[in-house]
Structures are given as structure tokens and as C-alpha cells.
């Protein structure tokens, strides 16, 4: 059984008179344990995408089935109870700014109904997984975005999810920070098990961490597959390549191996 199985799918936004087909015809199949990249330009249908594996956007047609469990399927209890396997983060990490940091990651938990005491436990268990145990008392503005990320990553891991979804989770950081979140990631998923589906406009990003990959074109797939054979549309990518050069010496400073030279 794959861990998620996207079949089909279209998404279009109608809108008065306009009609954006913003996903068309979509089929991706993730497996366990994989951290599958999702690369396109700005447009492309990236976090469409992304917001339909946990169904907080609704296909137009087509299915998404995660952990066998075809989500069109399921009621509103149901599909709350699914998505509590599917954990997310965000670009501008979205904190609450009126909490502390160990507030954020306990709030989730309360909401879910973990005892207080227990809630704090772990809280404080994932800040320390994240590096950040000498921060619980600060808040969000006090933080570098890198420490945000991380925050967030700790908060995400709360309620013990099978999934982790990341919506250009390193794209407002400099190419050091990015490197060690993705360092970060690559843990949580060695270390956890956890499946992670990534969505970037950075070639870097997916080379560093991602063992397979979709491209995305105006809402369409235009490859996927394994890393390695993967034809990735080199021209198209030609600017993200100038950039990747610069990211990729920081990736190997920051002890990432599995970075290859990006050559056709
Ligand atoms: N809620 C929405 N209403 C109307 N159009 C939308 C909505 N969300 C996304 N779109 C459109 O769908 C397309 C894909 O957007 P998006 O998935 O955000 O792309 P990406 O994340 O790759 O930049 C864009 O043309 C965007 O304008
Ligand atoms: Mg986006």
C-alpha cells in the first residue's frame, strides 16, 4: 500500500467569470519513508497540491488517498481524525506571536485533549529534539526565522503525525539556515519514520533531501520519479541553477552528503 496515492486529480478555481485549472490531472504515489519533492515555478500548483493531501482544499475531480483511506470518502469526524497523522509547515512558519514558544507547541496538544502536564512533557522533549530548549520562554518575535522553522517543526511533530507536509518550508531563510532545517528534516524522517512531501521552487532543496520528485508546470506533472531518474528540465531551471551553486556549498559545509552537481 502506498502512504499517499494521488489519482486523477484536477482542481479548478471558478471564480465569476474566470476559471483558473490550477491542477490538471495529477497522479503521484508516495511511499513510506520517502521525502518526496514537489519542484515548479511560482503558480505552478504547488500548494494547491499540498492542501489537497490533507484535503484542506477539495479536489475539483480525482482522489486522494492517504494511508488507504480515500479522503472524498470520509466524513467531516472522519477526515479531522486523518489529518491527524498529516502535519504541516509553512514558509512564514505561522507561530501565534501572542504565545511563547512552548505555548505554541503545547497548544495543539490542549486542543487535542492531551493532559496539561503531559502536553508540557512533550512539548519540552521536541523543543530539545529542535535545539531549542533554552528558548521555551521567548516569543516568536524574539527568534531568528530559522529558530521559527524549527519552533514549528516542533509544534508539527506534536501530535505524533505519519505525514509531514512542508509548503516552502525553507524558503524565506538564507542558504546556512536552509541547510539545517534540511538536516533537521532529513532526521525527523530518518529517526521517526516519518514521510515527508516537500514543495519548492529550489532545485537545491530537492537534490539535498528529496529521494523522489515531481515537476510541476502549470498545474500539470511534467516528470516524476526517482531522484536519479528524473530528467529534470535543465533550461527551464537554469536560473535556480546560479543560485543552487552558492546553496550547495553551504549544504556541504553544513554536512549534507547527498548533494549532486546538477549536470543534465
Ligand atoms: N483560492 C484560490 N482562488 C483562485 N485561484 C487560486 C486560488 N488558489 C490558487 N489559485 C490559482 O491557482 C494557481 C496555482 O496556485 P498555487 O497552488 O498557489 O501555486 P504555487 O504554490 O505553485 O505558487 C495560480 O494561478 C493561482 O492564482
Ligand atoms: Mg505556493
Redesign the pocket.
Known amino acids: 500500500m502506498h502512504e499517499i496515492e494521488i489519482k486523477n486529480l484536477s482542481?479548478s478555481?471558478?471564480?465569476k467569470d474566470t476559471k483558473?485549472?490550477?491542477?490538471r490531472d495529477i497522479n503521484i504515489t508516495v511511499d513510506k519513508g520517502d521525502i518526496f519533492g514537489i519542484i515548479?515555478?511560482?503558480?505552478?500548483?504547488?500548494?494547491?497540491?499540498?492542501?489537497c493531501i490533507n484535503y484542506l482544499?477539495k479536489p475539483t475531480s480525482g482522489q486522494v488517498i492517504v494511508e488507504g483511506k480515500e479522503l472524498g470518502q470520509l466524513n467531516e469526524k472522519e477526515l479531522r481524525e486523518q489529518r491527524q497523522d498529516i502535519a504541516m509547515i509553512f514558509q512564514h512558519f505561522n507561530l501565534l506571536q501572542q504565545k511563547n514558544v512552548i505555548d505554541n507547541i503545547i497548544f495543539p496538544l490542549v486542543l487535542q485533549g492531551v493532559k496539561k502536564k503531559e502536553a508540557r512533557e512533550k512539548a519540552f522533549e521536541l523543543l530539545s529534539k529542535v535545539g531549542l530548549e533554552d528558548k521555551a520562554k521567548s516569543y516568536p518575535s524574539q527568534l531568528s526565522g530559522g529558530q521559527q522553522q524549527r519552533v514549528a517543526i516542533a509544534r508539527a511533530l506534536a501530535a505524533d503525525p505519519k505525514i509531514l507536509l512542508c509548503?516552502?518550508a525553507t524558503s524565506a531563510l538564507d542558504p546556512q539556515t536552509t541547510a539545517s532545517i534540511l538536516t533537521l528534516l532529513k532526521e525527523i524522517n530518518k529517526e521517526y519514520g516519518i514521510t515527508i512531501v516537500l514543495?519548492t521552487?529550489q532545485m537545491s532543496v530537492v537534490k539535498a533531501i528529496c529521494n523522489k520528485v515531481a515537476v510541476?508546470e502549470e498545474?500539470q506533472l511534467i516528470e516524476s520519479g526517482r531522484l536519479e531518474d528524473v530528467n529534470l528540465p535543465e533550461d527551464k531551471f537554469f536560473w535556480l541553477n546560479k543560485e543552487n551553486e552558492l546553496k550547495n556549498k553551504e549544504f556541504e559545509k553544513a554536512g549534507i552528503k547527498e548533494v549532486r552537481n546538477y549536470v543534465g
Open positions: 482542481k478555481f471558478v471564480d483558473v485549472d490550477a491542477l515548479g515555478m511560482s503558480g505552478a500548483g504547488k500548494s494547491t497540491l499540498i492542501r482544499e509548503d516552502e514543495i521552487h510541476l498545474g
